[in-house]
Each structure stands twice: as C-alpha cells, then as structure tokens.
C-alpha cells in the first residue's frame, strides 16, 4: 500500500535559515504529491502539490520537486520567517482505490527570531 | 462564508453523552471527508462520502456514526465515547474523490472525552 515518510521534528532554525524537510513515499502507479501546512489552532492548508516526475510546485518561497528516481519531495524554504513555524505534511494520493490522500506524520518546524 | 467550517470548534463530553460535530464546505465541492488527529499520530482517515453517498470507511468503531444529508454538509454522531477519542476531528472536501483532487480542510473540532 501506500505509504509516506517525513523526518521527525521538532526543527528549530533561526530567522533567515534555509530549510528542509525530507519526504519520501511508497506507491504503485503515478502518484500525485502534496504539502500541507498546520498553524497552531488551525486545519490544514494546501501549501503546494506536484501530479507528475519533475514537476515542481511553489507557494510563498517554499519549493518542493516531484523526485521519482528517489521517491522523494523534499520541501525547501531559502529564508524561513518566524510566521513559516508551524507543522507541515507530506501527502500522496495515486491508483490505489483509496479514494483519500495518505499523509505522512508531520514535521513541527519553529522559527526563532 | 467560504471554504470549509466546522462546529463546535471545541467540544467536551462525557462518555454516556450524545454529540454531533458539524461540517459545511461553501466550495460546490462533490466528496467530504472525516479524519482524526490524535497527538504524534499521522492523520487518520475515517469516512470518505462522494456524492452523498459513503464509498469508504476506514474500520472507525460504531460509536462514530457519520450522516452526509446532501454534498454541501456533514455531520459526525458520536455516543459513549472513550476518552482515547480525544482528538482533533478535522472535516475535508474536494471536488471528486479519486484522490488526485487537493482537499480542503476546516479548522477542526477539538473533542475532548472526560
């Protein structure tokens, strides 16, 4: 079945740091990759999606590049902000007849200023 | 309003009560979603609903009883819960539910169970 891997949290940098949070997954077929984002007391927000190998998807200044070779979309931020702490998650959804994404556990990430 | 809502924001109850939890998604959306996030644990999925109609259940006990009454509302009916169901409860919609559709969530209901 499907199945993604985020690296464990917390992740603590400091203002302006660069950042990266490791995803790998396991699917069948051709899956399409997403990033949400959780801030404190809230739902989860669609940050970026990529549906194909080499697609890359972007949202304010986060980047994440759909790796089939490696199974990978890691997502990176050249300066994190204060306001970008918050959990993020890795999700995957393909041709597995589950009609749902399947996400990852989460990456706490917090920002000193 | 817009996107997905979700009420009560904060809910506690005690294991021989009866609640529901209610989610209205505003987007013309065609599938809704129930999922449980409990502290260090992935998001579960519980109940998919395309249509109105339930086309998943993720093996969720039967004190968690879902109605889905047209594509625009979903409720969750919970009776003797156990305090391990306290958790947020977070509502979800998209446009279908192949899977390849980005889901919208609402800001989830925080359920505890004394």
């Known amino acids: 079945g499907n199945s993604v891997t985020q690296m464990e949290g917390p992740v603590t940098l400091s203002e302006e740091a660069f950042l990266t949070i490791n995803c790998t997954y396991t699917a069948t077929g051709y899956p399409s990759l997403f990033w949400y984002v959780q801030y404190p007391g809230e739902g989860l927000q669609l940050l970026l999606k990529?549906?194909?190998?080499?697609d890359k998807g972007s949202n304010k200044g986060f980047e994440a590049t759909y790796r089939k070779e490696t199974t990978s979309f890691h997502l990176e931020k050249g300066s994190v902000q204060v306001s970008d702490s918050a959990v993020y998650f890795c999700a995957l959804s393909g041709y597995t007849g589950r009609r749902a994404l399947t996400f990852g556990s989460g990456t706490r990430l917090q920002v000193q200023p | 309003e817009t996107g997905v809502t979700q009420t009560p924001r904060h809910l506690v109850m005690g294991m021989t009560n009866k609640k529901s939890l209610k989610c209205e998604q505003h987007?013309?959306?065609?599938?809704m979603y129930w999922y449980k996030q409990s502290a260090k644990k992935p998001l579960e999925l519980m109940f998919v609903y395309s249509l109105e109609e339930r086309v998943e259940n993720n093996s969720v006990p039967s004190r968690f009883s879902p109605e889905c009454p047209n594509s625009s509302h979903l409720f969750l009916h919970l009776h003797t819960l156990q305090p391990e169901d306290s958790a947020l409860y977070l509502c979800?919609?998209?446009?279908?539910?192949?899977?390849?559709?980005?889901?919208?969530f609402g800001p989830g209901t925080r359920l505890t169970v004394t």
């Open positions: 987007l013309g959306h065609n599938a």
């Open positions: 979800a919609s998209s446009q279908g539910s192949s899977g390849f559709y980005e889901q919208y």
């Open positions: 990529a549906t194909k190998a080499d």
